[in-house]
């Protein structure tokens, strides 16, 4: 089993950055892909990005070259850096691990999410 505790969520002002945090316990393995999503009042889970042990990345094109994910393998950490925020960023972020299983299925971890809130 993999659990998952964010950090960093809050208040930001609009065009302002903020460090979203993930550090994960139990079995992380390099094919796991670690990732944040994120899910707005109203509206479905989105994913943001997602990142594999290798360092390959997703972002989702509507927030390239406003948010950067990384990853350390070391420490099983994965971090989101947002900058240059906006009000339609404002959601509550989870944080993400999802894994191939043998079988051919998969699986999802899940952390408790945080809220992240751009507003004057």
């Known amino acids: 089993q993999v659990q998952l505790v964010e950090s960093g969520g809050g208040l930001v002002q609009p065009g302002g950055s903020l460090r979203l945090s993930c550090a994960a316990s139990g079995n992380i393995v390099s094919t796991d892909y670690m990732g944040w999503y994120r899910q707005a009042a109203g509206q479905q889970r989105e994913l943001v990005a997602q990142i594999n042990g290798g360092g390959d990345t997703y972002i989702d094109s509507s927030l390239k070259g406003r948010f950067t994910i990384s990853r350390d393998n070391a420490k099983n950490t994965v971090s989101l850096q947002m900058a240059s925020l906006e009000p339609e960023d404002t959601a509550v972020y989870y944080c993400?691990?999802?894994?191939?299983?043998?079988?051919?299925?998969?699986?999802?971890?899940w952390g408790q999410g945080t809220q992240v809130t751009v507003s004057s």
């Open positions: 993400n691990v999802w894994r191939a299983l043998i079988d051919g299925s998969n699986i999802n971890f």
